[in-house]
Nanobody
């Protein structure tokens, strides 16, 4: 049974930082590209970041470029999202996901497995 478990969310002031983690089990982690998405109340789930199987390439959504960084540790079956210079607009539930799509993907439909999400709230 595949499980993706996010952690590290919480309440932070604008300008602060958080580091999210996503621990994977039940799959061959190194065979999957990993992604982060987020969903704010009343909005569509949107792409945040993705990383290739080896971790050699990353890709970010425009709203987070230059502020967020995705990384992975294949030995620990874990993917991370370092979030800096947080803004109130970053408030959302953050989800990690796994895909076997070639390379990496910013499309929700490409992702095979999803975590339950972790809440990030940024106060002004």
């Amino acid at each position: 049974q595949v499980q993706l478990v996010e952690s590290g969310g919480g309440l932070v002031q604008a300008g602060g930082s958080l580091r999210l983690s996503c621990a994977a089990s039940g799959l061959t982690f190194g065979s999957y590209a990993m992604g982060w998405f987020r969903q704010a109340p009343g909005k569509e789930r949107e792409f945040v970041a993705t990383i290739t199987r080896s971790g050699g390439n990353t890709y970010y959504g425009d709203p987070v470029k230059g502020r967020f960084a995705v990384s992975r540790d294949n030995a620990r079956n874990t993917v991370y999202l370092q979030m800096n210079s947080l803004k109130p607009d970053d408030t959302a539930v953050y989800y990690c996901a796994a895909t076997q799509a070639a390379g990496y993907s910013n499309w929700r439909v490409d992702y095979d497995y999803w975590g339950q999400g972790t809440q990030v709230t940024v106060s002004s």
